[in-house]
């Protein structure tokens, strides 16, 4: 009964332990305030500040500021600090989605988490041709140094299906491909044998003809080495009848018919 009771306790507190580590990280109402400061930044000053350098004229104003001039405008002009960089690339991004977006007609609602030492905020904006997202970091202290800012237009309906249908369309398209490609490399398997055994022809032919040349020259050297005995025996046989003749007294060798010659090993 004890054990049953102890395994009873242990589980709930198994289950009370993966419901805690489920659950969001609680907020301090200190971060709450930064993230609604960050929420009020981003909605009425930083978004409406960069929809003016929308504008081609305005797109060129800080050309030829360096970085910590920029800085230092913005935080006297607007009373921000801000990242010299971090507003160039901003005014880039927002003249940039100008051509997507059109000009901005409404900023509505807004978002903003917490990341590390970054305060993330998302605002959502209404233009002329279409909705966007708004980006914008603050370092995550007292000061909402502003990090980043970006505008990024929201693909349409029609836009995600186009997109949908040609992604679609080209993985149907690389798999018949693969599949075609499959087909002719099994294809090809057929005609394998039929080349092995032609080259394997070849070969045998090739080696035929060798072994005929090397029996045609044998032959010839046989034929040769025969002539050359019979004529080497016609003359020994010459040579052996004068001899005889010579030994009889004989003035030629017409009494006489040398018929066959042994030789005495």
């Known amino acids: 009964m004890k054990k049953k009771f102890l395994a009873l306790i242990c589980m709930i507190t198994c289950i ?20 609604e400061v960050a929420k009020q930044l981003a909605t009425t ?4 500040m960069f929809a003016d350098f929308m504008d081609d004229e305005n797109a060129k104003l800080y050309d ?30 927002f003249h940039s989605a100008k051509k ?61 299906m186009g997109k949908a249908a040609l992604n679609t369309l080209i993985g149907m398209g690389t798999v018949f491909v693969v599949l075609i490609l499959i087909s002719l490399i099994i294809s090809c398997f057929g005609f394998i044998p039929k080349i092995q055994a032609k080259a394997a022809a070849r070969k045998e032919a090739k080696k035929a003809a060798k072994s005929d040349g090397i029996d045609n020259a044998v032959a010839q050297i046989t034929a040769q080495e025969e002539v050359t ?33 042994r030789r005495r090993v």
């Open 100 to 160: 997507d977006v059109g000009e901005i007609q409404s900023i509505d609602s807004a978002d903003a988490e917490i990341d590390g030492k970054q305060i993330i905020v998302q605002v959502e904006v209404t233009g002329t041709k279409k909705s966007a997202a708004a980006e914008v970091i603050f370092s995550n202290d007292r000061f909402f140094t502003m990090e980043s800012a970006s505008l990024n237009p929201k693909a349409s309906m029609g836009e995600l």
């Open 16 to 35: 009370f332990g993966l419901t805690a580590c489920g659950s969001e990280e609680t907020l301090t109402e200190y971060e709450q305030q930064k993230l």
């Open 64 to 93: 030829e500021y360096t970085l910590d001039e920029i800085a230092y405008l913005f935080n006297s002009q607007y009373s921000m600090n801000v990242d010299g960089y971090a507003v160039v690339k901003a005014i880039d991004s």
């Open 45 to 48: 000053n930083v978004v409406p």
């Open 229 to 261: 005995e019979e004529t080497d025996d016609l003359e020994l046989v010459a040579v052996i009848a004068a001899a005889v003749a010579a030994y009889e007294g004989s003035a030629s060798t017409d009494g006489f018919v040398v018929r066959s010659i």
